[in-house]
Protein backbone atom coordinates (compact mmCIF):
# COMPACT_ATOMS: atom_id res chain seq x y z
CA UNK A 1 0.00 0.00 0.00
CA UNK A 2 1.02 3.42 -0.91
CA UNK A 3 1.17 5.11 1.99
CA UNK A 4 2.23 8.22 0.82
CA UNK A 5 -0.20 8.67 -1.79
CA UNK A 6 -2.83 7.62 1.18
CA UNK A 7 -1.70 10.12 3.75
CA UNK A 8 -1.59 12.79 0.53
CA UNK A 9 -5.27 11.91 0.11
CA UNK A 10 -6.05 12.27 3.62
CA UNK A 11 -4.59 15.10 3.80
CA UNK A 12 -6.43 16.93 0.78
CA UNK A 13 -9.77 15.59 2.38
CA UNK A 14 -8.93 17.13 5.24
CA UNK A 15 -8.39 20.62 3.56
CA UNK A 16 -11.41 19.62 1.90
CA UNK A 17 -13.77 19.54 4.66
CA UNK A 18 -12.00 22.32 6.10
CA UNK A 19 -12.88 24.20 3.55
CA UNK A 20 -16.24 23.30 2.69
CA UNK A 21 -16.59 24.22 7.09
CA UNK A 22 -15.94 27.42 6.05
CA UNK A 23 -18.19 27.81 3.15
CA UNK A 24 -21.10 26.43 4.95
CA UNK A 25 -19.96 28.79 7.61
CA UNK A 26 -19.81 31.70 5.47
CA UNK A 27 -23.25 30.72 3.98
CA UNK A 28 -24.77 30.86 7.90
CA UNK A 29 -23.12 34.05 8.10
CA UNK A 30 -24.37 35.04 4.67
CA UNK A 31 -28.09 33.57 5.89
CA UNK A 32 -28.51 35.47 9.31
CA UNK A 33 -26.57 38.54 8.06
CA UNK A 34 -29.28 38.64 5.52
CA UNK A 35 -32.28 38.19 8.15
CA UNK A 36 -30.51 40.72 10.40
CA UNK A 37 -30.42 43.01 7.66
CA UNK A 38 -34.24 43.33 6.93
CA UNK A 39 -35.75 46.68 7.74
CA UNK A 40 -37.32 46.74 11.28
CA UNK A 41 -40.63 48.21 11.12
CA UNK A 42 -40.76 52.05 11.58
CA UNK A 43 -41.55 53.85 14.51
CA UNK A 44 -45.17 54.82 14.67
CA UNK A 45 -45.45 58.55 16.94
CA UNK A 46 -49.13 58.60 18.00
CA UNK A 47 -49.55 62.37 18.93
CA UNK A 48 -52.38 62.44 21.16
CA UNK A 49 -53.85 64.67 24.36
CA UNK A 50 -54.93 61.81 26.41
CA UNK A 51 -53.75 62.02 29.69
CA UNK A 52 -56.09 61.02 32.49
CA UNK A 53 -56.27 57.90 34.09
CA UNK A 54 -59.39 56.17 31.73
CA UNK A 55 -58.37 58.25 28.85
CA UNK A 56 -54.34 56.45 29.05
CA UNK A 57 -56.17 52.68 29.58
CA UNK A 58 -58.33 52.80 26.74
CA UNK A 59 -55.41 54.09 24.67
CA UNK A 60 -53.20 51.08 26.12
CA UNK A 61 -55.93 48.66 24.38
CA UNK A 62 -55.31 50.16 20.82
CA UNK A 63 -50.95 50.66 21.69
CA UNK A 64 -50.69 46.60 22.84
CA UNK A 65 -52.77 45.36 19.96
CA UNK A 66 -50.74 47.01 17.48
CA UNK A 67 -47.47 46.00 18.97
CA UNK A 68 -48.59 42.50 19.33
CA UNK A 69 -48.87 42.46 15.54
CA UNK A 70 -45.35 43.77 15.21
CA UNK A 71 -45.76 47.61 15.00
CA UNK A 72 -43.75 50.04 17.03
CA UNK A 73 -45.75 52.86 18.90
CA UNK A 74 -43.72 55.92 19.73
CA UNK A 75 -46.15 57.74 22.19
CA UNK A 76 -46.26 61.40 22.02
CA UNK A 77 -48.87 62.77 24.62
CA UNK A 78 -49.59 66.90 24.53
CA UNK A 79 -51.55 68.87 27.44
CA UNK A 80 -54.77 69.31 25.61
CA UNK A 81 -56.80 69.48 22.37
CA UNK A 82 -55.26 72.69 21.28
CA UNK A 83 -51.58 72.09 22.29
CA UNK A 84 -51.66 68.86 20.01
CA UNK A 85 -52.87 70.86 17.22
CA UNK A 86 -50.32 73.00 17.33
CA UNK A 87 -47.39 70.59 17.82
CA UNK A 88 -48.83 68.66 14.64
CA UNK A 89 -49.21 71.25 12.40
CA UNK A 90 -45.62 73.28 13.50
CA UNK A 91 -44.53 69.84 12.74
CA UNK A 92 -46.05 68.95 9.44
CA UNK A 93 -44.93 72.57 8.22
CA UNK A 94 -41.30 71.72 9.44
CA UNK A 95 -41.36 68.76 7.50
CA UNK A 96 -41.28 66.09 10.38
CA UNK A 97 -45.21 65.34 10.46
CA UNK A 98 -45.70 62.66 13.70
CA UNK A 99 -47.49 58.94 11.60
CA UNK A 100 -50.66 59.37 13.47
CA UNK A 101 -52.26 62.75 14.96
CA UNK A 102 -55.61 62.80 17.14
CA UNK A 103 -57.93 64.55 15.64
CA UNK A 104 -61.55 65.57 16.19
CA UNK A 105 -63.77 64.97 13.20
CA UNK A 106 -65.41 68.22 13.05
CA UNK A 107 -65.36 71.14 10.60
CA UNK A 108 -61.80 71.73 9.79
CA UNK A 109 -60.89 67.85 8.27
CA UNK A 110 -61.37 70.38 4.78
CA UNK A 111 -58.96 72.32 5.97
CA UNK A 112 -55.69 69.63 6.64
CA UNK A 113 -56.69 68.12 3.27
CA UNK A 114 -56.98 70.69 0.74
CA UNK A 115 -53.42 71.83 2.31
CA UNK A 116 -52.01 68.28 1.90
CA UNK A 117 -51.20 67.17 5.41
CA UNK A 118 -52.91 64.10 5.67
CA UNK A 119 -53.18 60.48 3.85
CA UNK A 120 -56.40 58.92 3.09
CA UNK A 121 -57.01 56.07 4.47
CA UNK A 122 -59.36 54.07 1.74
CA UNK A 123 -57.00 51.43 1.33
CA UNK A 124 -58.20 50.50 4.66
CA UNK A 125 -61.89 52.10 4.74
CA UNK A 126 -63.18 51.11 1.22
CA UNK A 127 -61.89 46.67 1.86
CA UNK A 128 -63.05 46.87 5.80
CA UNK A 129 -66.73 48.23 4.92
CA UNK A 130 -66.35 51.03 6.92
CA UNK A 131 -69.84 52.34 5.17
CA UNK A 132 -71.79 49.68 6.39
CA UNK A 133 -70.91 48.94 9.90
CA UNK A 134 -70.15 52.83 11.32
CA UNK A 135 -73.11 55.54 11.42
CA UNK A 136 -73.78 57.94 8.26
CA UNK A 137 -73.40 61.01 10.72
CA UNK A 138 -69.78 59.44 11.54
CA UNK A 139 -68.76 58.48 7.99
CA UNK A 140 -70.06 61.84 6.72
CA UNK A 141 -67.39 63.88 9.51
CA UNK A 142 -64.33 61.75 8.25
CA UNK A 143 -65.18 61.88 4.45
CA UNK A 144 -64.08 64.71 2.38
CA UNK A 145 -64.45 64.48 -1.41
CA UNK A 146 -65.05 60.42 -1.33
CA UNK A 147 -62.50 59.51 0.34
CA UNK A 148 -61.69 59.09 4.22
CA UNK A 149 -59.38 60.74 5.76
CA UNK A 150 -60.01 59.84 10.06
CA UNK A 151 -59.96 56.65 12.00
CA UNK A 152 -62.66 57.14 14.23
CA UNK A 153 -62.23 55.57 17.49
CA UNK A 154 -64.41 56.09 19.98
CA UNK A 155 -68.56 58.31 20.02
CA UNK A 156 -68.72 60.17 22.87
CA UNK A 157 -71.52 62.93 24.23
CA UNK A 158 -70.89 66.14 25.41
CA UNK A 159 -73.94 66.50 27.29
CA UNK A 160 -73.78 63.45 30.03
CA UNK A 161 -75.39 64.54 33.51
CA UNK A 162 -73.31 62.23 36.34
CA UNK A 163 -74.16 61.73 40.27
CA UNK A 164 -72.80 60.22 43.13
CA UNK A 165 -75.80 58.18 43.95
CA UNK A 166 -74.78 57.96 48.00
CA UNK A 167 -74.70 61.44 48.09
CA UNK A 168 -77.99 62.20 46.52
CA UNK A 169 -79.96 59.38 48.48
CA UNK A 170 -77.81 60.55 51.87
CA UNK A 171 -79.70 64.11 51.13
CA UNK A 172 -83.07 62.66 50.35
CA UNK A 173 -82.75 63.64 46.24
CA UNK A 174 -82.89 62.02 43.02
CA UNK A 175 -81.47 63.06 39.66
CA UNK A 176 -82.83 66.14 38.66
CA UNK A 177 -84.62 65.61 35.55
CA UNK A 178 -84.82 69.74 34.90
CA UNK A 179 -82.77 72.32 35.57
CA UNK A 180 -85.44 74.14 37.43
CA UNK A 181 -85.28 70.84 39.89
CA UNK A 182 -81.23 71.14 40.22
CA UNK A 183 -81.82 74.57 41.45
CA UNK A 184 -84.30 73.67 43.69
CA UNK A 185 -81.85 70.53 44.91
CA UNK A 186 -78.46 73.08 45.12
CA UNK A 187 -79.32 74.90 48.24
CA UNK A 188 -80.35 71.68 50.15
CA UNK A 189 -76.74 70.21 49.16
CA UNK A 190 -74.55 73.01 50.43
CA UNK A 191 -76.31 73.13 53.53
CA UNK A 192 -74.65 69.66 53.90
CA UNK A 193 -71.36 70.92 52.63
CA UNK A 194 -71.80 69.50 49.33
CA UNK A 195 -71.06 71.22 45.87
CA UNK A 196 -74.23 70.49 43.80
CA UNK A 197 -72.05 70.72 40.65
CA UNK A 198 -68.45 69.91 39.91
CA UNK A 199 -67.00 71.72 37.04
CA UNK A 200 -63.61 72.60 35.69
CA UNK A 201 -62.21 76.01 34.78
CA UNK A 202 -62.26 76.01 31.33
CA UNK A 203 -64.20 77.96 28.49
CA UNK A 204 -65.32 74.39 26.87
CA UNK A 205 -66.11 73.60 29.92
CA UNK A 206 -68.58 76.11 30.55
CA UNK A 207 -69.35 76.05 26.87
CA UNK A 208 -70.93 72.22 27.06
CA UNK A 209 -73.41 73.37 30.30
CA UNK A 210 -74.32 76.30 28.29
CA UNK A 211 -75.53 73.69 25.34
CA UNK A 212 -77.01 71.35 27.36
CA UNK A 213 -78.89 73.72 28.84
CA UNK A 214 -79.43 75.57 25.07
CA UNK A 215 -81.36 71.80 24.05
CA UNK A 216 -83.51 72.16 27.29
CA UNK A 217 -85.04 75.95 26.61
CA UNK A 218 -84.92 75.64 22.73
CA UNK A 219 -85.51 72.23 22.37
CA UNK A 220 -83.64 69.91 20.10
CA UNK A 221 -85.01 70.33 16.77
CA UNK A 222 -84.34 74.00 16.81
CA UNK A 223 -80.82 73.53 18.46
CA UNK A 224 -80.12 71.20 15.59
CA UNK A 225 -81.57 73.79 12.95
CA UNK A 226 -79.26 76.32 14.81
CA UNK A 227 -75.71 73.88 13.88
CA UNK A 228 -77.30 72.55 10.60
CA UNK A 229 -78.50 75.72 9.05
CA UNK A 230 -77.28 78.49 11.58
CA UNK A 231 -80.80 79.59 11.84
CA UNK A 232 -80.08 82.83 14.02
CA UNK A 233 -83.76 83.28 14.91
CA UNK A 234 -82.45 80.28 17.22
CA UNK A 235 -80.10 82.82 19.61
CA UNK A 236 -82.53 86.12 19.03
CA UNK A 237 -85.40 84.37 20.95
CA UNK A 238 -86.71 84.50 24.54
CA UNK A 239 -85.82 80.33 24.77
CA UNK A 240 -82.26 81.64 24.25
CA UNK A 241 -82.44 84.27 26.57
CA UNK A 242 -83.80 82.03 29.50
CA UNK A 243 -80.79 79.49 29.10
CA UNK A 244 -78.24 82.47 29.61
CA UNK A 245 -80.51 83.26 32.48
CA UNK A 246 -80.04 79.81 33.74
CA UNK A 247 -76.96 79.43 33.15
CA UNK A 248 -75.55 82.26 35.62
CA UNK A 249 -78.02 80.81 37.84
CA UNK A 250 -76.20 77.44 37.90
CA UNK A 251 -72.82 79.04 37.82
CA UNK A 252 -73.66 80.29 41.71
CA UNK A 253 -73.47 76.40 42.66
CA UNK A 254 -70.27 75.23 41.70
CA UNK A 255 -68.01 75.81 44.73
CA UNK A 256 -65.98 78.49 45.07
CA UNK A 257 -62.14 77.10 43.74
CA UNK A 258 -63.73 75.53 40.46
CA UNK A 259 -61.22 77.65 38.32
CA UNK A 260 -58.29 75.48 39.43
CA UNK A 261 -59.55 72.40 38.45
CA UNK A 262 -59.68 70.61 35.67
CA UNK A 263 -62.55 68.06 34.12
CA UNK A 264 -60.77 65.16 35.57
CA UNK A 265 -60.60 67.36 38.69
CA UNK A 266 -64.19 67.98 38.95
CA UNK A 267 -65.20 64.32 38.28
CA UNK A 268 -62.81 63.24 41.40
CA UNK A 269 -64.82 65.55 43.65
CA UNK A 270 -67.82 63.78 42.27
CA UNK A 271 -66.04 60.37 42.95
CA UNK A 272 -65.25 61.39 46.67
CA UNK A 273 -68.66 62.59 47.46
CA UNK A 274 -67.09 66.29 48.12
CA UNK A 275 -70.01 67.31 44.98
CA UNK A 276 -73.05 65.57 44.38
CA UNK A 277 -72.96 65.76 39.98
CA UNK A 278 -70.96 66.56 37.09
CA UNK A 279 -72.26 67.43 33.45
CA UNK A 280 -69.40 66.12 31.34
CA UNK A 281 -68.66 63.86 28.14
CA UNK A 282 -68.97 60.26 28.81
CA UNK A 283 -64.83 60.51 29.14
CA UNK A 284 -65.69 60.91 32.49
CA UNK A 285 -67.17 57.73 33.02
CA UNK A 286 -63.65 56.06 32.53
CA UNK A 287 -62.55 57.91 35.90
CA UNK A 288 -65.63 56.73 37.81
CA UNK A 289 -64.76 52.77 36.18
CA UNK A 290 -61.07 53.32 37.51
CA UNK A 291 -61.84 54.55 40.80
CA UNK A 292 -63.89 50.96 41.30
CA UNK A 293 -67.29 52.65 40.64
CA UNK A 294 -70.09 50.78 39.09
CA UNK A 295 -73.11 52.55 37.11
CA UNK A 296 -76.41 52.07 38.80
CA UNK A 297 -74.70 51.65 41.99
CA UNK A 298 -71.85 53.83 43.56
CA UNK A 299 -72.35 56.44 40.65
CA UNK A 300 -75.21 56.99 38.32
CA UNK A 301 -75.37 58.10 34.84
CA UNK A 302 -78.33 60.30 32.55
CA UNK A 303 -78.41 62.94 29.56
CA UNK A 304 -78.31 66.09 30.75
CA UNK A 305 -81.56 67.54 32.22
CA UNK A 306 -83.77 68.22 28.90
CA UNK A 307 -81.91 65.94 27.19
CA UNK A 308 -82.91 63.09 26.96
CA UNK A 309 -83.50 62.38 23.40
CA UNK A 310 -80.36 64.11 21.96
CA UNK A 311 -77.16 63.03 22.07
CA UNK A 312 -74.32 65.70 21.41
CA UNK A 313 -71.55 63.61 19.54
CA UNK A 314 -68.00 64.17 19.87
CA UNK A 315 -65.99 61.96 17.54
CA UNK A 316 -62.65 60.62 18.24
CA UNK A 317 -60.45 59.82 15.42
CA UNK A 318 -56.77 60.30 14.30
CA UNK A 319 -55.51 61.38 11.46
CA UNK A 320 -52.25 60.11 9.55
CA UNK A 321 -50.18 62.64 8.10
CA UNK A 322 -48.47 62.26 4.54
CA UNK A 323 -45.21 60.45 4.97
CA UNK A 324 -42.38 59.83 2.95
CA UNK A 325 -41.50 56.91 3.80
CA UNK A 326 -43.70 53.58 1.90
CA UNK A 327 -43.08 51.07 4.83
CA UNK A 328 -44.19 53.84 7.29
CA UNK A 329 -47.52 54.22 5.95
CA UNK A 330 -48.23 50.46 5.78
CA UNK A 331 -48.08 50.33 9.33
CA UNK A 332 -50.05 53.90 9.53
CA UNK A 333 -53.02 51.76 7.54
CA UNK A 334 -51.89 48.86 10.08
CA UNK A 335 -52.76 51.04 13.08
CA UNK A 336 -55.97 52.81 11.26
CA UNK A 337 -57.10 48.82 10.68
CA UNK A 338 -56.33 48.35 14.46
CA UNK A 339 -58.68 51.54 15.92
CA UNK A 340 -61.68 50.43 14.01
CA UNK A 341 -60.94 46.74 15.06
CA UNK A 342 -64.53 45.79 16.28
CA UNK A 343 -62.78 43.63 19.55
CA UNK A 344 -60.61 47.16 19.85
CA UNK A 345 -63.95 48.61 19.91
CA UNK A 346 -65.42 46.93 22.56
CA UNK A 347 -62.76 47.00 24.91
CA UNK A 348 -61.63 50.95 24.39
CA UNK A 349 -65.15 51.97 24.78
CA UNK A 350 -65.42 49.80 27.99
CA UNK A 351 -62.43 51.51 29.83
CA UNK A 352 -62.36 55.48 27.77
CA UNK A 353 -66.24 55.92 28.78
CA UNK A 354 -67.35 56.06 25.34
CA UNK A 355 -69.84 53.90 22.52
CA UNK A 356 -68.08 52.18 19.99
CA UNK A 357 -67.82 54.05 16.10
CA UNK A 358 -69.56 50.39 14.81
CA UNK A 359 -73.02 48.97 15.33
CA UNK A 360 -72.26 45.62 14.69
CA UNK A 361 -70.83 44.95 18.46
CA UNK A 362 -71.55 43.27 20.96
CA UNK A 363 -73.92 45.18 23.24
CA UNK A 364 -73.93 42.70 26.13
CA UNK A 365 -70.32 43.57 26.98
CA UNK A 366 -70.87 47.02 27.74
CA UNK A 367 -72.39 48.65 30.59
CA UNK A 368 -75.76 50.85 31.34
CA UNK A 369 -74.66 53.92 30.65
CA UNK A 370 -72.55 52.85 27.17
CA UNK A 371 -76.02 50.86 26.30
CA UNK A 372 -78.13 53.22 26.70
CA UNK A 373 -75.90 55.85 24.50
CA UNK A 374 -76.49 53.75 21.78
CA UNK A 375 -80.19 52.92 22.33
CA UNK A 376 -80.31 57.07 21.89
CA UNK A 377 -77.97 57.58 19.36
CA UNK A 378 -79.34 54.38 17.02
CA UNK A 379 -81.90 57.06 16.12
CA UNK A 380 -81.10 59.31 13.50
CA UNK A 381 -83.41 62.39 14.64
CA UNK A 382 -81.11 61.91 18.26
CA UNK A 383 -77.74 62.66 17.11
CA UNK A 384 -76.54 66.40 16.59
CA UNK A 385 -73.21 67.55 16.40
CA UNK A 386 -72.47 70.39 18.83
CA UNK A 387 -70.77 73.44 18.57
CA UNK A 388 -67.23 71.67 18.88
CA UNK A 389 -67.74 69.58 16.01
CA UNK A 390 -69.82 72.33 13.80
CA UNK A 391 -68.05 75.87 14.37
CA UNK A 392 -64.94 76.72 12.25
CA UNK A 393 -61.83 77.56 14.43
CA UNK A 394 -62.33 81.24 15.24
CA UNK A 395 -66.16 81.07 15.62
CA UNK A 396 -65.66 78.30 18.14
CA UNK A 397 -62.70 80.63 19.83
CA UNK A 398 -65.51 83.33 19.97
CA UNK A 399 -68.22 81.35 21.16
CA UNK A 400 -65.91 79.91 24.21
CA UNK A 401 -64.48 83.57 24.98
CA UNK A 402 -68.21 84.91 25.11
CA UNK A 403 -70.05 82.19 27.28
CA UNK A 404 -66.67 81.48 29.44
CA UNK A 405 -66.86 85.45 30.28
CA UNK A 406 -70.63 85.00 30.99
CA UNK A 407 -70.08 81.80 33.32
CA UNK A 408 -67.07 83.28 35.40
CA UNK A 409 -67.77 87.10 35.48
CA UNK A 410 -71.27 87.51 35.05
CA UNK A 411 -70.17 90.72 34.09
CA UNK A 412 -72.99 90.84 31.15
CA UNK A 413 -77.02 90.18 30.85
CA UNK A 414 -78.66 87.56 29.13
CA UNK A 415 -80.18 89.48 26.90
CA UNK A 416 -76.38 90.79 25.82
CA UNK A 417 -74.96 87.52 26.04
CA UNK A 418 -77.84 86.38 23.48
CA UNK A 419 -77.26 88.98 20.99
CA UNK A 420 -73.44 88.92 21.13
CA UNK A 421 -73.85 84.71 20.53
CA UNK A 422 -76.23 85.35 17.59
CA UNK A 423 -73.61 87.96 16.27
CA UNK A 424 -70.84 85.41 16.44
CA UNK A 425 -73.02 82.76 14.58
CA UNK A 426 -73.22 85.49 11.87
CA UNK A 427 -69.71 85.62 11.56
CA UNK A 428 -70.16 81.97 10.76
CA UNK A 429 -72.31 82.70 7.68
CA UNK A 430 -69.57 84.63 6.30
CA UNK A 431 -67.34 81.89 6.67
CA UNK A 432 -69.95 79.37 5.02
CA UNK A 433 -70.48 82.04 1.60
CA UNK A 434 -66.71 82.39 1.60
CA UNK A 435 -66.54 78.47 0.86
Known sequence: MDTSRSNATDDLHAVQRLLLGVLFAAAGWLHSGTAAAQPAPPSIEVVHFW????ERAALDVVQHTFESQGGVWKDRMTKGNDASRKIVLDRIVAGYP???????????????????????????AMPDGW????????????TYQGKVYLA?????????????????ADAGLKVPSSWAEFLKMAPVLEKRGIVPLAIGGGDWE???????????????DAFRRLLDTNDLSVLRSPQAVEAFRILGQVSRHVG?????????????????GRAATQLMGDWAKGEFLKAGMTPGKQFDCHLAPGNADLYQLVIDAFAFPVVNNPAKHVWQSKLARTMVDPSVQVRFSQLKGSIPVRNDVDVSKLDK??????????????????????????VRAAMLALVGQFFHEGNISPEQAAERLAQVFSQRNANMAAR
Open 51 to 54: ESGG
Open 98 to 124: PAAMQWHAGSDLRDIVEMGAVHDINDV
Open 131 to 142: AKTVPKLVMDRI
Open 152 to 168: PIGIHAENWFWSNSRVL
Open 206 to 220: AEILFNAILVSTVGK
Open 256 to 272: TSYRKHSWSDATAEVIA
Open 369 to 394: CARLGMQVVGKPENQALPPSMRLQFN
